[in-house]
């Protein structure tokens, strides 16, 4: 099993503990147009690859815990090929779906989730970064 998981404690306000969780996936997210097409030629591809990135976040549920409240959620890819940054964004939606499936996060419309700085670098090997904080 490996070992993808740090954990840290912050003192937020009025000294209450909070946790950051970083988590490391061997995987990235389609781009919106590669996501646009997985959805109207196949839509059933759609909940596999959320299904996928389920079962990636099931591992890190038990250490992670449920979502209580709201959570900032803050996604770095590591791609070969650099996309525009709307496109990234876009295929970032079946990765939110599996984090509220799992139970990572509650929902994820602004009430419960707050965006941190996404972005995307590249890399020669693959990985998505996951910082999952509690607000």
Request: glycine letters at 8%; proline letters at 4%; charged letters at 30%.
């Amino acid at each position: 099993m490996r070992n993808n998981k740090k954990t840290i404690f912050i003192y937020g306000k009025e000294n209450q503990i909070y946790m950051k969780h970083t988590i490391r996936i061997p995987i990235i997210s389609p781009t919106g147009n590669e996501l646009k097409r997985i959805l109207y030629k196949t839509p059933y591809k759609y909940k596999e690859l959320r299904t996928a990135w389920g079962w990636e976040f099931t591992v890190f549920k038990v250490s992670v815990g449920k979502a209580k409240g709201k959570r900032k959620v803050t996604v770095v890819s590591l791609r070969k090929k650099i996309c525009d940054y709307d496109n990234f964004i876009a295929g970032l939606k079946p990765v939110f779906d599996a984090m509220q499936d799992t139970g990572l996060i509650i929902n994820d419309d602004a009430k419960y989730l707050e965006h941190g700085n996404h972005g995307q670098f590249p890399g020669k090997k693959i990985e998505t970064v996951i910082t999952i904080e509690d607000v």
